[in-house]
């Protein structure tokens, strides 16, 4: 079973910093590349951050410089820590892991999200 749980989003003023934590089962977590995705009202899903079991990291050019992703290895955890924070960073933030089917190619499994507000 896929469990994908996240937290530590809120409300931060524009400057601000939070950090995301996503709890993955434990085969989950050290048998797959894990990754943020946000989605802001109106506008499509986008990948904010990815890393692999081995540690390497893509960012989206947009967090680049201004957000870090990390995996935990004793907590199992995928974590996401986002400094300089800007209003236009406000969205849903999702947990996402992606599973190799034979029948259906890769499949997108997501955690509930949890909501960033950055206020300006």
């Known amino acids: 079973q896929v469990q994908l749980v996240e937290s530590g989003g809120g409300l931060v003023q524009a400057g601000g910093s939070l950090r995301l934590s996503c709890a993955a089962s434990t085969s989950i977590y050290s048998t797959n590349d894990l990754g943020w995705y946000r989605q802001a009202p109106g506008k499509q899903r986008e990948l904010v951050a990815w890393?692999?079991?081995?540690?390497?990291?893509n960012y989206g050019d947009y967090v680049k410089g201004r957000f870090t992703i990390s995996r935990d290895n004793a907590k199992n955890t995928v974590d996401l820590q986002m400094n300089s924070l800007k209003p236009e960073d406000t969205a849903v933030y999702y947990c996402?892991?992606?599973?190799?089917?034979?029948?259906?190619?890769?499949?997108?499994?997501w955690g509930q999200g949890t909501q960033v507000t950055v206020s300006s």
């Open positions: 890393i692999t079991r081995s540690g390497r990291t």
């Open positions: 996402n892991t992606k599973i190799w089917s034979s029948t259906l190619g890769y499949v997108d499994y």
